[in-house]
């Protein structure tokens, strides 16, 4: 590699690392750390924005659905846009093997070192969603990109740091007991899932991206230039469709969630339900904290909350649909049962030791 192409890619190594950064400390590490402080005193974070301050979620209507992707919007629109850039910049601005050297064997260790990788980045599962297509498209294996998109949200320190002041350290301990293997695992297993047919297509890719990037001559701003296209091509494909599945999401909060209050108890058929339905439904970043506390307060059984606490962060249907072009049906329908099946244990648990 000569030296001018050296320098290229030195200054496209610091102005990734620089938005990372920068980017993550204005609109998680900063704000989370002064949120910390009002959870521990206050014991609450604010509002559920499922139902805010009512007993219940509104019924359907389309006031329903622009209030509630109103109120998510303003809670998520800064990191969705970090999302999308860092998204871009994986593909545009890091070497074309990069991503593929390191997170691109199908082993357990690539599914480590991308839930670690996780940890600090923070975001909700639809804003780390342009990123892991980014990963992706980069050769990134597809548990390892798994365990990145669920680390965000269930190994999210902020967040349990919240969970620990407002609704208790026992709360933390379970989400921490059972994230870990829903991460670790659920990555782990998604490899394991890869066919052999798979497997020589993406040896193929990465050979391809490993030449481009031995040949490669391409200059900086050509990499700019890449990287709007990449940016404007990622938000037009991504964010349609994300902003109506949230609409229909927020019109049908009564559906999902149609009785809440001491009729709800640990039946299995309750813990089963809400294990589901906080699949399906979508949140900001710690917004179960909140929701679990609201219904708690409201005679809700120890149960379903803990269902919840499970399944409302990791997946959604909104985010789901982002990420669907990067993975098999297969492999998405693995990852949101597994899910299910977490928040089930989660909710067991809950009722058996009567959180």
């Known amino acids: 590699m000569n030296a001018t192409r050296q320098s290229e890619m030195t200054l496209r190594w610091i102005i990734f690392l620089t938005l990372a950064v920068v980017g993550l400390f204005y609109v998680k590490w900063f704000p989370y750390y002064n949120r910390a402080f009002v959870a521990a005193e206050n014991h609450s974070i604010g509002n559920s924005i499922l139902m805010g301050t009512a007993a219940a979620p509104p019924?359907?209507?389309?006031?329903?659905?622009?209030?509630?992707?109103?109120?998510?919007?303003?809670?998520?629109?800064?990191?969705?846009?970090?999302?999308?850039?860092?998204?871009?910049?994986?593909?545009?601005?890091?070497?074309?093997?990069?991503?593929?050297?390191?997170?691109?064997?199908?082993?357990?260790?690539?599914?480590?070192t991308a839930g670690i990788l996780s940890v600090p980045s923070m975001m909700c599962t639809c804003c780390a969603a342009p990123v892991v297509v980014g990963l992706r498209e980069r050769q990134a294996s597809p548990g390892a990109a798994?365990?990145?998109?669920?680390?965000?949200?269930?190994?999210?320190?902020a967040t349990l740091v919240f969970m620990g002041f407002v609704l208790g350290w026992n709360w933390t301990a379970l989400r921490i007991l059972l994230g870990v293997p829903m991460?670790?695992?659920?990555?782990?297993?998604v490899n394991l899932m890869v066919t052999p047919k798979e497997?020589?297509?993406?040896?193929?890719r990465i050979a391809e991206l490993t030449a481009n990037s031995a040949t490669?001559?391409?200059?900086?701003?050509?990499?700019?230039?890449?990287?709007?296209?990449?940016f404007v091509r990622m938000s037009v494909r991504l964010?349609?469709?994300?902003?109506?599945?949230?609409?229909?999401?927020?019109?049908?909060r009564a559906w999902l969630f149609p009785e809440i209050g001491p009729a709800v108890d640990n039946n299995i058929g309750w813990i089963v339900a809400f294990a589901v339905a906080g699949m399906l439904f979508v949140i900001p970043t710690a917004g179960e904290v909140p929701i679990v506390q609201a219904m708690l307060a409201l005679g809700m059984g120890a149960g379903p909350a803990a269902a919840l606490l499970l399944t409302l962060p990791p997946v959604s249907l909104p985010s789901?649909?982002?990420?669907?072009?990067?993975?098999?049906?297969?492999?998405?329908?693995?990852v949101a049962g597994g899910v299910v099946v977490f928040g089930i244990i989660a909710g067991l648990i809950a009722a058996g030791l009567k959180l």
């Open 59 to 112: 019924a359907p209507s389309w006031d329903a659905a622009f209030s509630y992707a109103l109120a998510y919007g303003k809670a998520i629109w800064q990191a969705m846009v970090l999302g999308l850039l860092l998204g871009s910049a994986i593909q545009a601005l890091l070497p074309a093997d990069w991503v593929a050297r390191v997170l691109g064997k199908t082993g357990f260790g690539t599914v480590a």
């Open 146 to 157: 798994i365990a990145f998109w669920l680390g965000n949200t269930v190994l999210n320190p």
């Open 183 to 189: 991460v670790f695992g659920l990555g782990y297993l």
């Open 199 to 204: 497997a020589a297509a993406a040896e193929a």
């Open 216 to 230: 490669s001559g391409s200059t900086g701003p050509n990499a700019f230039v890449r990287w709007i296209e990449i």
């Open 239 to 252: 964010i349609p469709e994300y902003i109506i599945l949230v609409l229909l999401l927020g019109a049908a």
């Open 320 to 334: 789901l649909a982002m990420v669907s072009g990067s993975f098999r049906t297969q492999t998405l329908l693995t």
